[in-house]
Nanobody, 120 residues
Framework: VQLQASGGGLVQPGGSLRLSCFGS????????IGWFRQAPGKGREVVSC????????HYADSVKGRFTISRDTAKNTVHLQMNSLEPEDTAVYYC??????????????WGQGTLVTVSS
């Protein structure tokens, strides 16, 4: 059972990226799923999470209004749409099962992350 993050890359400030989190052996519609990130030299922090119903979400203050979490149950995937990216968003992004919003505490194993670099 693993959640695999993908979709990272290099983007200029002000640009957009969409990350994907695919559930391998886990149905994302039955669990709260969250996105986390770890910037160079910093600890891992929660970015956003969504509950199992898909109706309730939580965002870190630093990304509110810029990032949107969503899911596609047909593809067993949770997305993180990131707009108006800033250099401070540079980090390795991970997804994992979590406690429901607003807590978003990690409640499952870490999968492989995906690197997002925001730079001109």
């Amino acid at each position: 059972v693993q959640l695999q993050a993908s979709g990272g890359g290099l983007v200029q400030p002000g640009g957009s990226l969409r990350l994907s989190c695919f559930g391998s052996g886990l149905s994302v519609e039955y669990w709260s799923i969250g996105w986390f990130r770890q910037a160079p030299g910093k600890g891992r922090e929660v970015v956003s999470c969504m509950d199992a119903s898909g109706r309730f979400t939580h965002y870190a203050d630093s990304v509110k209004g810029r990032f949107t979490i969503s899911r596609d149950t047909a593809k067993n995937t949770v997305h993180l749409q990131m707009n108006s990216l800033e250099p401070e968003d540079t980090a390795v992004y991970y997804c994992a099962r979590t406690k429901p919003p607003p807590y978003c505490t990690r409640d499952g194993d870490w999968g492989q992350g995906t690197l997002v670099t925001v730079s001109s």
